[in-house]
């Protein structure tokens, strides 16, 4: 069983529901990384996602484009991404840590020394926004040859037949897209995110995390209540801006936006 | 080394997945996969329809003003003393350049879809015009991105599309040039997904549109073909074209793929030189990669970030190139080469000059390089060259680099 598929496991068997952040590495500082993820634990979170910095991120709103920036202006790069996973798990051997990234900087360092990289500094899981599983061919068998999970993203537009395909080629969990637009968009509509997550319920067994539009703790109990586990990305990304040249209050800060999320996650009544 | 093309290896290009070879292919997210996969479906369906293609021959030739002339340029070969230089006139099109084929089979398609929504990304301005004025001619709401450096360079281009029409928004992110202005339209698309069709102005982008963008500009290679059968009685020697995403290089080539003896060659922007590494020449000096939806050569650093690109033409300025540009290099079918800015400016001048034609500043490379590449040929030899577009939108660049306020 894999370190995701363990945590989520135990957390359903507890009735309880992931909370996980997106940062992106490197920002503001590449020396920060690894002390901003052991934050993100200490405030309750269970799995961490981080974004690979890319110069392109098409996918991404004006907040992640920014942290992009930053943090590749201070030399983050996806192999120094790895270290600091590296770095992490010295401290921490519970916490799942899944990449976000954009195909090309791993295609270019390579697919199976990504892999062997990867998994040898202990990361979980990959999900490559701009790899749909028809292209992926090259590369999850390699994830999958190193107990490291693919991680799928389904849209709004997805259609049932896509859903299943892509579930059969997912390990760990997939990633709903609450909402047609890029990162830290418009706000979304709660009852349309619920019965379309009902939905993929049907046709799949693995559990479905939600992102894209959770702020707060109300929304993240509203998307909590009918799925498995919140994303957080572009606020905690802006906060983390906000609070770029006081190091020492970001600590308070992600905790004070973390901490209610998680509260009112836990709060939710057993299904 | 090169591997001869037969019919039938074109006819499996791309595959059932959009690929070439190792290039192209579909490297959108997921939101987007359904739409792709729906275009991609009408397409083909349309590409078989009669009524489709007899609708979209008619605009050209009675809105675009084809066939373009092949152009015998007698004086410019004489001066040059080698192989006869023939000019292919996109620059004759309606709005002044090739991409104006691809807009109106575009637009076409978008109506078959129901789409009423445009979006577009543009670099010289040439495709935002060429797609604001099929929208102004349907009805069509158009939305145009473009960076904000290649605004500043193509003020004329600006303003044609804000007559026409369209809502041009300037890109602040990134290198503020043709790439961000892509990466900008599809932010719009996965958030307007439903009613919005995103008109890519050349050969890259997700599949279909390497395809379909290529099977709107071959019209240019099949008229060539022949007109050069016709008016010189026997097929080119070489072939010429500028590449920046590859569309009009596509469009001349494709139709002279199978031809054996016809040589081909794509011209790259070689900015201040290759060995600057300030440029835009991709399949020159770059590596496989994916971005914009496809697998291509692209120019990334080490840690596979796209690299800053170098060109005096907006239109060439950009650090991929179509897919189907990337497998024709590896199989050695087409040869690509670069010319720096300080050739592609006195190309424009020497075809000014010499021909009283002002080619566009992505076509003049084409022009210097074809002109060094017949001054290397025998006199009954026969190297066709595009001008791919008319020069007026870079008067301003051309008048500051001479130090004149225009
Ligand atoms: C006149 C002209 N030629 C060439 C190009 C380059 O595009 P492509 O390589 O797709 O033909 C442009 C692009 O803006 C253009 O305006």
Same mark, same amino acid.
Request: with cysteine.
């Given at each position: 069983?894999?370190?995701?598929?363990?945590?989520?496991?135990a957390?359903?068997?507890?009735?309880?529901?992931?909370?996980?952040?997106?940062?992106?590495? /490197?920002?503001?500082?590449?020396?920060?990384?690894v002390d901003?993820?052991?934050?993100l634990?200490?405030?309750?979170?269970?799995?961490?996602?981080?974004?690979?910095?890319?110069?392109?991120?098409?996918?991404?709103?004006?907040?992640?484009?920014?942290?992009?920036?930053?943090?590749?202006?201070?030399?983050?790069?996806?192999?120094?991404?790895?270290?600091?996973?590296?770095?992490?798990?010295?401290?921490?051997?519970?916490?799942p840590?899944?990449?976000?990234s954009?195909?090309?900087p791993?295609?270019t360092?390579?697919?199976?020394?990504?892999a062997?990289?990867?998994?040898?500094?202990?990361?979980?899981?990959?999900?490559?926004v701009?790899?749909?599983?028809?292209?992926?061919?090259d590369?999850?068998?390699?994830?999958?040859?190193?107990?490291?999970?693919?991680?799928?993203?389904?849209?709004?537009?997805?259609?049932d037949?896509?859903?299943?395909?892509?579930s059969?080629?997912?390990?760990?969990?997939v990633?709903?897209?609450?909402?047609?637009?890029?990162? /830290?968009?418009a706000?979304?509509?709660?009852?349309?995110?619920?019965?379309?997550?009902?939905?993929i319920?049907?046709?799949?067994?693995?559990?479905?995390g939600?992102?894209?539009?959770?702020?707060?703790?109300?929304?993240?109990?509203?998307?909590?209540?009918?799925?498995?586990g919140?994303?957080?990305?572009?606020?905690?990304?802006?906060?983390?801006?906000?609070?770029?040249?006081?190091?020492?209050?970001?600590?308070?800060?992600?905790? /004070?936006?973390l901490?209610?999320?998680?509260e009112?996650?836990?709060?939710?009544?057993?299904? | 080394?090169?591997?001869?093309?037969t019919?039938?290896?074109?006819?499996?290009?791309?595959?059932?997945?959009?690929?070439?070879?190792?290039?192209?292919?579909r490297?959108?997210s997921?939101?987007?996969?359904?739409?792709?996969?729906?275009?991609?479906?009408?397409?083909l369906?349309?590409?078989?329809d009669?009524d489709f293609?007899?609708?979209?021959?008619?605009?050209?030739?009675?809105?675009?003003?084809?066939p373009?002339?092949?152009?015998?340029?007698?004086?410019?070969?004489?001066?040059?003393?080698?192989?006869?230089?023939?000019?292919?006139?996109?620059?004759?099109n309606?709005?002044?350049?090739?991409?104006?084929?691809?807009?109106?089979?575009?637009?076409? +398609?978008?109506?078959? +879809?129901?789409?009423?929504?445009?979006?577009a990304?543009?670099?010289?301005?040439q495709?935002?015009?060429?797609?604001?004025?099929?929208?102004a001619? +349907?009805?069509l709401?158009?939305?145009?991105?473009?960076?904000?450096?290649?605004i500043?360079?193509?003020?004329?281009?600006?303003?044609?599309?804000?007559?026409?029409?369209?809502?041009?928004?300037?890109?602040?992110?990134?290198?503020?040039?043709?790439?961000?202005?892509?990466?900008?339209a599809?932010?719009?698309w996965?958030t307007?997904?439903?009613d919005?069709?995103?008109?890519?102005?050349?050969?890259?982008?997700?599949?279909?549109?390497?395809?379909?963008?290529?099977?709107?500009?071959?019209?240019?290679?099949?008229?060539?073909?022949?007109?050069?059968l016709?008016q010189?009685?026997?097929?080119?020697?070489?072939?010429?074209?500028?590449v920046?995403?590859?569309?009009?290089?596509?469009?001349?080539?494709?139709?002279?793929?199978?031809?054996?003896?016809?040589?081909?060659?794509?011209v790259?922007?070689?900015?201040?030189?290759i060995?600057?590494?300030?440029?835009?020449?991709?399949?020159?000096?770059?590596?496989?990669?994916v971005?914009?939806?496809?697998?291509?050569?692209?120019?990334?650093?080490?840690?596979?970030?796209?690299?800053?690109?170098?060109?005096?033409?907006?239109?060439?300025?950009?650090?991929?190139v179509?897919?189907?540009?990337?497998?024709?290099?590896?199989?050695?079918?087409?040869?690509?080469?670069?010319?720096?800015? !300080?050739?592609?400016?006195?190309?424009?001048?020497?075809?000014?000059?010499?021909?009283?034609?002002?080619?566009a500043?992505?076509?003049?490379?084409?022009?210097?390089?074809?002109v060094? +590449?017949?001054?290397?040929? !025998?006199?009954?030899q026969?190297?066709?060259v595009?001008?791919?577009?008319?020069? !007026?939108?870079?008067?301003h660049?051309?008048?500051?680099?001479?130090?004149?306020?225009?």
């Amino acid at each position: 069983m894999s370190r995701i598929e363990g945590v989520l496991t135990a957390l359903k068997q507890q009735g309880k529901k992931a909370l996980i952040p997106f940062i992106t590495a /490197g920002d503001p500082h590449p020396d920060q990384t690894v002390d901003i993820m052991h934050t993100l634990v200490d405030a309750g979170c269970d799995i961490i996602e981080l974004g690979i910095p890319f110069s392109d991120p098409m996918a991404d709103g004006p907040v992640i484009q920014l942290a992009s920036e930053r943090a590749l202006e201070h030399g983050t790069t996806l192999k120094r991404v790895i270290e600091m996973v590296k770095t992490f798990r010295e401290s921490n051997s519970t916490t799942p840590v899944v990449f976000m990234s954009y195909l090309n900087p791993i295609e270019t360092m390579g697919f199976e020394a990504f892999a062997d990289a990867a998994a040898d500094a202990g990361l979980d899981g990959v999900l490559i926004v701009d790899l749909p599983p028809e292209e992926a061919g090259d590369v999850s068998p390699l994830l999958a040859a190193r107990q490291l999970d693919s991680i799928f993203l389904l849209a709004p537009t997805t259609s049932d037949e896509r859903i299943r395909a892509i579930s059969t080629h997912s390990s760990g969990y997939v990633y709903y897209v609450s909402i047609k637009g890029v990162t /830290g968009s418009a706000s979304i509509n709660v009852d349309e995110v619920a019965d379309k997550v009902r939905h993929i319920q049907e046709l799949t067994a693995l559990p479905v995390g939600v992102g894209f539009g959770i702020r707060d703790a109300k929304t993240a109990a509203a998307v909590g209540q009918v799925s498995d586990g919140v994303i957080v990305g572009s606020v905690l990304v802006d906060t983390i801006a906000r609070n770029q040249t006081q190091p020492d209050q970001l600590k308070a800060a992600l905790q /004070g936006l973390l901490s209610p999320m998680r509260e009112a996650l836990d709060a939710l009544p057993a299904e | 080394m090169s591997t001869k093309l037969t019919e039938d290896m074109l006819k499996a290009m791309p595959d059932s997945r959009g690929h070439f070879g190792a290039y192209g292919g579909r490297f959108v997210s997921e939101t987007l996969m359904g739409t792709m996969l729906e275009l991609e479906q009408q397409y083909l369906k349309l590409k078989a329809d009669p009524d489709f293609q007899a609708q979209f021959d008619y605009d050209l030739a009675h809105y675009v003003g084809r066939p373009s002339p092949l152009y015998f340029a007698e004086r410019l070969s004489r001066e040059t003393g080698g192989a006869q230089i023939w000019l292919k006139r996109e620059d004759l099109n309606h709005t002044g350049a090739h991409k104006v084929n691809n807009t109106i089979g575009q637009a076409l +398609l978008a109506s078959f +879809l129901g789409k009423k929504r445009i979006i577009a990304e543009t670099g010289a301005g040439q495709h935002g015009v060429a797609t604001a004025t099929v929208c102004a001619r +349907l009805g069509l709401e158009c939305h145009i991105y473009m960076g904000a450096d290649d605004i500043k360079r193509q003020t004329l281009n600006v303003y044609r599309m804000k007559l026409l029409g369209a809502t041009v928004h300037s890109v602040e992110s990134g290198s503020r040039t043709l790439k961000d202005a892509m990466n900008e339209a599809m932010r719009d698309w996965v958030t307007n997904v439903d009613d919005t069709f995103y008109i890519i102005g050349t050969v890259a982008g997700p599949h279909p549109y390497p395809m379909l963008v290529r099977d709107f500009q071959a019209v240019i290679g099949r008229e060539a073909r022949a007109q050069s059968l016709e008016q010189a009685g026997k097929l080119p020697d070489a072939l010429v074209a500028c590449v920046g995403g590859g569309s009009n290089a596509i469009g001349l080539f494709h139709p002279f793929l199978t031809d054996e003896s016809v040589a081909m060659y794509g011209v790259e922007a070689g900015g201040h030189g290759i060995d600057t590494g300030e440029h835009a020449a991709p399949l020159a000096a770059g590596r496989p990669g994916v971005l914009h939806g496809n697998r291509t050569y692209l120019m990334s650093d080490e840690s596979g970030q796209i690299s800053a690109t170098h060109s005096v033409s907006a239109g060439l300025d950009y650090p991929g190139v179509g897919p189907e540009h990337s497998w024709l290099k590896d199989l050695g079918r087409v040869h690509y080469v670069s010319v720096t800015d !300080d050739e592609a400016l006195a190309g424009f001048r020497t075809l000014t000059s010499v021909e009283g034609i002002m080619p566009a500043l992505e076509s003049a490379h084409a022009v210097a390089y074809g002109v060094k +590449l017949a001054a290397g040929m !025998d006199a009954e030899q026969m190297v066709v060259v595009n001008v791919s577009g008319r020069g !007026d939108k870079d008067i301003h660049t051309i008048a500051q680099l001479d130090g004149i306020e225009i």
